[in-house]
């Protein structure tokens, strides 16, 4: 699909059934209910409600400053770490609820990992950087199991070939591309279900963005995938469900080829025009 900026198509209805039709099969993977957060006496987003649904990608759309990586980061609860910043309302993961305090935060990030717009490695080999997250999370004890999950976890992230020959040297040492897909091999790596990627295309070139989005695509198979995109043709290209936040608020959600061709909201259909934003 490559239709963003486009006025409506005669076909809209069409597209838009196909879209609700393949979104319909999928079972809810995190529902937000009414989701707010304060930064100090700032607020920052107001009654956010959506589904997430289950192996597919969900992009979160909408001019600079209306909340969308505030809103990713109740997902996995990075906004505990950032100090004032308070979560009102109510996140589920497959059903519970992700801020109940008997939950352990370490286990959630582990199910919801998170890669960000950086990449950002650790100074540590090809090979630690994905080996390392799981051993402290106890699922590798032998060098054999340290393997396995290395060269598993770099093949789902599409990087293996291009570095099997030199997995001991940093990973700092690779393209900005490579980087960003070891930080995809280290999420997965710890075994998530849901993947939170905040602009991870941002710093890259279109050839190694074309392949990051690529690799997404293959992903959505076997992970549930949270997007934030300041490019309406990636979330149009990737996703499959988008959702449109305005100063703090999802104005509109749903199939992602029903958001750019025929969307409810006027607000909606002038970002996605280009009107604003
Ligand atoms: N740590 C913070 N402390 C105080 N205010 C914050 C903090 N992080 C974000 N904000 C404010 O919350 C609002 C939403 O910001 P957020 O970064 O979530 O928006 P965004 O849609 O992701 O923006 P962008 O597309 O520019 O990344 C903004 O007004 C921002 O200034």
Same mark, same amino acid.
């Given at each position: 699909?490559?239709?963003?900026?486009?006025?409506?198509?005669?076909?809209?209805?069409?597209?838009?059934?196909?879209?609700?039709?393949?979104?319909?099969?999928?079972?809810?993977?995190?529902?937000?209910?009414?989701?707010?957060?304060?930064?100090?006496?700032?607020?920052?987003?107001?009654?956010?409600?959506?589904?997430?649904?289950?192996?597919?990608?969900?992009?979160?759309?909408?001019?600079?400053?209306?909340?969308?990586?505030?809103?990713?980061?109740?997902?996995?609860?990075?906004?505990?770490?950032?100090?004032?910043?308070?979560?009102?309302?109510?996140?589920?993961?497959?059903?519970?609820?992700?801020?109940?305090?008997?939950?352990?935060?370490?286990?959630?990030?582990?199910?919801?990992?998170?890669?960000?717009?950086?990449?950002?490695?650790?100074? !540590?080999?090809?090979?630690?950087?994905?080996?390392?997250?799981?051993?402290?999370?106890?699922?590798?004890?032998? !060098?054999?199991?340290?393997?396995?999950?290395?060269?598993?976890?770099?093949?789902?992230?599409?990087?293996?070939?291009?570095?099997?020959?030199?997995?001991?040297?940093?990973?700092?040492?690779?393209?900005?591309?490579?980087?960003?897909?070891?930080?995809?091999?280290?999420?997965?790596?710890?075994?998530?279900?849901?993947?939170?990627?905040?602009?991870?295309?941002?710093?890259?070139?279109?050839?190694?963005?074309?392949?990051?989005?690529?690799?997404?695509?293959?992903?959505?198979?076997?992970?549930?995938?949270?997007?934030?995109?300041?490019?309406?043709?990636?979330?149009?290209?990737?996703?499959?469900?988008?959702?449109?936040?305005?100063?703090?608020?999802?104005?509109?959600?749903?199939?992602?080829? !029903?958001?750019?061709?025929?969307?409810?909201?006027?607000?909606?259909?002038?970002?996605?025009?280009?009107?604003?934003?």
């Amino acid at each position: 699909m490559n239709f963003p900026h486009a006025e409506l198509t005669p076909n809209a209805e069409q597209a838009s059934d196909h879209g609700a039709a393949e979104l319909a099969q999928r079972s809810v993977r995190v529902r937000a209910s009414d989701v707010s957060v304060f930064y100090g006496a700032k607020q920052a987003l107001f009654d956010v409600s959506v589904d997430i649904p289950d192996r597919a990608v969900t992009a979160f759309i909408g001019p600079s400053g209306c909340g969308k990586s505030t809103f990713l980061r109740c997902i996995n609860r990075m906004n505990d770490t950032i100090e004032g910043a308070r979560v009102g309302g109510k996140i589920e993961l497959d059903g519970e609820d992700i801020y109940d305090p008997s939950l352990d935060v370490v286990e959630l990030r582990a199910r919801v990992g998170m890669v960000f717009q950086k990449p950002n490695p650790f100074p !540590k080999s090809i090979f630690e950087n994905v080996a390392y997250g799981p051993r402290i999370h106890g699922l590798i004890r032998t !060098k054999a199991d340290a393997e396995e999950v290395v060269v598993s976890s770099l093949r789902k992230a599409g990087l293996f070939n291009e570095v099997k020959d030199r997995l001991h040297e940093p990973g700092t040492g690779l393209s900005g591309g490579q980087q960003q897909r070891l930080c995809i091999a280290r999420a997965i790596a710890v075994g998530p279900e849901v993947i939170l990627m905040d602009e991870p295309c941002s710093a890259l070139d279109p050839i190694a963005t074309a392949i990051i989005e690529e690799l997404i695509d293959e992903l959505r198979e076997n992970y549930t995938i949270i997007i934030v995109t300041h490019s309406m043709q990636q979330a149009a290209r990737v996703s499959q469900k988008t959702a449109f936040f305005h100063l703090g608020n999802l104005v509109e959600e749903g199939p992602t080829d !029903k958001i750019f061709t025929n969307p409810e909201d006027k607000r909606t259909q002038d970002y996605i025009t280009g009107r604003f934003g």
